[in-house]
């Protein structure tokens, strides 16, 4: 039992934290509660912050849009929140496409998908970064937040807290794209809010750290890791994982049975 | 050189292809990404909460968070979800199904964190007035409005918020029966809010009254024509200037035969 806890802890905390903001948010629509009103483009908390998702607000901004101070007090909220705790842990610990990539890659590895294609992936992980910039043409092109129009996750999140619709069929696509097409295919190369959170998540404090000293090189890390290439360091040198494609998801430290990964601040394991 | 054993590809070389390819690629992508945009913006004929700004600003200006329609308290709002074929996640409503109840207190548009709903469009002498709401207006189908037909039927002026102003009834004779009379509803689009209460209440199968934005309805007479009689009218105009052609005939100045004759004052 105790096993279980610390080989999953930081999954099942995931998921706690993923399903009670969607909880949350969808109390909010059906019953009126007021801890989370919105959803995951721009919400109050608790009657009074405004946060705002900052990639919409950069599309809007490229769109020509007069931004209120609201929003920019709320994406500035975020921006440094997600400065300060790693970028992408959006991406582990509130998007809920998560659950669904997640899932499709735990298939991929009990069906040996991976052995079958080969480490070879067709596609760069770099193409998020072309995404997000196309976005921001588009955008400025058509007068509109471009990746707000056609984002699953909003799609998904907003579905389940106003009224799903065809939305569903998003979340059917992805699976199965990260299931029999690309490992990680959604999450890891297309995303560009993934994409924005990896530049954000560049220099951020909280971060993974590898300690050389007790590997034992079982390699366990790599396999569950979504972003396998940020874990260049392992049984090779003590590092904390600096790269800003890591979600700060903790499913190495999950899997890790020697100790040799950890949370830590990025200072103090630059110091060490 | 010889044959088969080829010089290798400079890194220089490798990165601008990459780098062409992934603008190929972005092309590509970017044009289909537009072309549904452009497709979904295409959409008009939808209803706005109270206090939204401008359609084409509006679109880029919401952020679809859903504040409005979780603050509504008739659940009159929606949220465009995929397959309703409406600028995706932006509110909307229809007042067939559920009309805006005009709230004096107006929840919707303040908790707008965007600016979209704008609540200076909502407020007259620091107070809140629902009436100054332009969410559309209402137009009678004539055809299937029973009113016209002769049969007694006010059901949307009485469901209208502005009785008396936004519709009225006008008394007609009815000539096929020689002693009855039409009550027949009359749209005023200047008051019409277009809250969508007689929508909601006509009786007919398909409404015989119905709401649409104002900038569809609505023509435009232009600067070519000014109420002469209207001082007010008459600023319209003000700025506009005359646009003078001369051609072989307007060279000659016009014969008036009318106002030039000089005996008629």
Redesign the interface.
């Known amino acids: 039992m105790k096993q279980f806890w610390s080989n999953n802890r930081f999954l099942i905390l995931r998921r706690f934290t993923q399903l009670s903001i969607l909880f949350l948010y969808f109390g909010a629509n059906a019953w009126g509660w007021w801890i989370l009103r919105g959803n995951l483009s721009s919400s109050v908390v608790i009657n009074f912050a405004q946060v705002s998702d900052p990639y919409a607000v950069l599309q809007m901004l490229a769109a020509g849009a007069s931004i209120s101070l609201d929003l920019f007090i709320g994406a500035a909220t975020i921006t440094v929140f997600y400065f300060l705790i790693g970028g992408r842990a959006f991406c582990s610990w509130v998007c809920p496409i998560n659950m669904v990539t997640d899932t499709a890659n735990y298939l991929r590895r009990k069906f040996e998908f991976n052995r079958m294609q080969g480490p070879k992936m067709p596609i760069s992980r770099n193409i998020r970064y072309w995404v997000l910039a196309l976005s921001l043409v588009v955008s400025f092109v058509m007068g509109m937040a471009a990746f707000e129009f056609v984002s699953p996750i909003s799609m998904i999140h907003r579905g389940i807290v106003f009224g799903l619709g065809f939305g569903w069929a998003s979340a059917v696509i992805i699976f199965l794209f990260d299931l029999f097409v690309l490992k990680d295919g959604w999450c890891g190369h297309i995303c560009p809010l993934g994409g924005f959170y990896s530049l954000l998540g560049r220099f951020s404090v909280i971060r993974v750290f590898h300690e050389e000293g007790n590997c034992t090189l079982c390699m366990k890390c790599k396999t569950v890791c979504p972003e396998h290439q940020v874990l260049h360091m392992i049984g090779k040198e003590s590092l904390s994982v600096n790269d800003g494609a890591c979600t700060n998801c903790a499913r190495c430290i999950d899997v890790c049975d020697d100790d040799a990964l950890g949370f830590s601040l990025r200072e103090l394991a630059e110091k060490k | 050189m010889s044959k088969g054993k080829k010089e290798p590809i400079s890194d220089r070389r490798k990165f601008i292809f990459n780098m062409a390819r992934?603008v190929g690629?972005?092309t590509l992508?970017?044009f289909i990404?537009?072309a549904?945009?452009?497709d979904?913006?295409a959409q008009k004929l939808l209803l706005r909460p109270p206090g939204a700004i401008k359609e084409?600003?509006f679109?880029?200006?919401c952020?679809?968070?859903?504040?409005c329609?979780?603050a509504c308290p008739y659940d009159t709002l929606?949220?465009a979800?995929?397959?309703?074929h409406k600028?995706?996640?932006t509110p909307y409503f229809t007042p067939r199904d559920i009309p805006c109840h005009m709230c004096p207190d107006i929840p919707c548009v303040p908790?707008c964190?965007?600016?979209a709903l704008d609540l200076q469009s909502v407020v007259t002498k620091n107070k809140l007035d629902i009436n100054k709401a332009d969410m559309g207006v209402a137009v009678i189908d004539e055809e299937s409005c029973i009113a016209f037909w002769g049969i007694q039927c006010d059901a949307c002026y009485r469901a209208c918020p502005l009785l008396g102003e936004a519709i009225t009834i006008e008394y007609q004779k009815n000539e096929r029966t020689g002693k009855h009379a039409f009550l027949k509803p009359v749209v005023h689009s200047d008051p019409c809010t277009g809250c969508g209460m007689c929508e909601h209440a006509c009786v007919t199968q398909k409404a015989a009254i119905q709401i649409f934005p104002r900038e569809v309805v609505q023509g435009k007479a232009g600067n070519h024509y000014i109420k002469g009689w209207d001082k007010n009218d008459d600023k319209r105009v003000k700025d506009a200037k005359a646009i003078k052609t001369t051609t072989q005939i307007s060279k000659n100045s016009a014969l008036d035969s009318l106002n030039d004759s000089g005996d008629l004052y």
Not at chain 2, 63 to 67: N, S
């Open positions: 992934g690629v972005a992508g970017g990404w537009s549904y945009i452009n979904a913006k084409e600003d679109l880029k200006t952020i679809k968070c859903g504040l329609v979780e929606m949220l979800k995929p397959g309703v600028p995706l996640g908790v964190p965007s600016g």
